[in-house]
Every structure is written in C-alpha cells, then in structure tokens.
C-alpha cells in the first residue's frame, strides 16, 4: 500500500478511536436529578436523598425482565428502598424487592417468593450510571447462587427502548417458577446446582402496573410502608416474619421475609 494512503487509513483509525466512545450513550439521561438528589427538597424517610429523586432512580433502573414459556408464577407487587452510599461519589443503592406471590417450582415450591435485586449507581458528568448489581437468587437456601456483578458482566436491551444506554437499566433473567435472577442464560442454566432454567420467551419491565409509584417501602429505620393488605391478607414487608405473597394455602409452606435481606445490605 501507498504509504500516504497507509498513514491516512492509520490516522483514520485514530480518529475514529478517539470519536467511538461518544458514539455510544452510556448510562441514563433521563433522571432530572444529579446533585440535587441530596440535601434538597422533601426526605420522608430522613436519608439525605430527596423523595422525587429516590423514586426517579426506582423508576428509571428498573430491570427489564426475560421470563420463559413455561412461567406459571408471574403474579407480584413489587417495592422498593433508595439509599445513599456517598455524596463525594454521588453514589446510591436501590433494592428492588420482587414480592412474587408464589414460587411455583414442582419440588420447591412455596408462598411469597422474596427475591431481590441491589443495583449500584453514580451520577457523574449529567448521567446516571449503573455501577454494580447484586441479584438473589435462592439467597441463604441450600442452593443459593446469588451474586455481585460489575457493569460489564451485564447485558443492556436498548433495542426494546432507544432511552437506555449501556451502564442504564439492566436486562435480567429469572429462573423459571423460582424467580431467581441472573445476569445471562448460561449463569441462569448453571444456577442452583443445575436446576434452574431461563430463556429470552417474553418480557416485562418489574413493575408492570404501578411503576412503583407510592411503593418507596423508606427504610428498616425509617418505615414509609411496611403493613399492606390486600384481600383481607397482611403481609409486613419490612418485620422479620413470614412472606406469604398475600396468600396461606395449606399445603405449601411460606418463605422468610426480607428483612434479613434489608439488614444484611443496611437498608
Ligand atoms: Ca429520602
Ligand atoms: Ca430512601
């Protein structure tokens, strides 16, 4: 090759390097909150983060969830609490608490179904950036696969909606019948001890109904919301009692609240 022609293709390659990260939208620019999110405005659970803000977080990161074919558990009412972690970072954690009503599993199956995720996220430079996310997954049983995983280690579905970037809300799939979320299909395939299954079949966002509004549970702390009936069935979201899902059928047993969960990340 002409070395004139060579030294232009390399300082085309060059140029194209030091272009290719704005190519991409990283992160959410969706969140009308960055600084402000402390130390301003109404804080009802007394945390340091504005409650509007708190909400904005719940709502913008929510995951997008891939559930299989064969789900037969997808009833929930899902919850959430919002923390700061560091105002010199402008980090944040969000615990999204899933409430599925059942698991549905042939051998495991139970009322109430708590599995959870914690994302962590930063605001740097006018964007919101997920930076972290734990996901349970049959947490303290005998086959718990729960994990933290980097950004990098999970996938971003911004084809279904333009607004997401990568390092925004996080695509995740759920083991089928037991709610346990993983990062990818092949963790999922591989999650407790083999016996859990996930495809790409149909998804939903978490919240499909309320988007959470009216659903910030505050904190251990400081409860927002911890008593709800429905049905003339209570469940105390935030005690360390039974999670029945709203429902007590007799011939299956009920699971442990998430309160262990709540106290064991100091929410
Ligand atoms: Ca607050
Ligand atoms: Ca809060």
Known sequence: MHRLARSALVSLALLLCMVAPEARADGLATISYGDNCW???????????????????????????????????????????????????????????????????????????????????????????????????????VCDSSAWYSHDQLE????????????????????????????????????CLLQDYCSRTTYQFLDTSSKLVTRNVGSTTVQLINQVVINSKTELLLDDVAFKGWDDQWYRANSKGYRRHLNDFGF
Not at 41 to 65: S, V
Request: hydrophobic letters at 30%.
């Open 39 to 141: 130390g301003s405005g109404a804080d009802a659970d007394q945390d340091g983060l504005n409650d509007d803000c708190e909400y904005q977080l719940a709502y913008w990161f929510m995951p997008l969830l891939w559930f299989d074919s064969g789900e037969s558990g997808l009833g929930r009412r899902p919850y959430y609490s919002v923390k700061s972690v560091s105002f010199s970072t402008r980090t944040v954690q969000i615990f999204y608490l899933d409430t599925f009503f059942d698991d549905t599993g042939v051998t495991t199956g139970h009322d109430g179904d708590p599995e959870f995720q914690l994302f962590e996220v930063h605001f740097s430079g006018g964007r919101w950036y997920l930076d972290w996310a734990y996901l349970s997954a049959h947490r303290e049983s």
């Open 156 to 191: 971003y579905d911004t084809a279904i909606d333009s607004r997401n970037g990568y390092r925004g809300w996080p695509t995740l799939y759920v083991a089928e019948d037991k709610h346990a979320t993983y990062n990818n299909l092949s963790t999922c395939d591989n999650g």
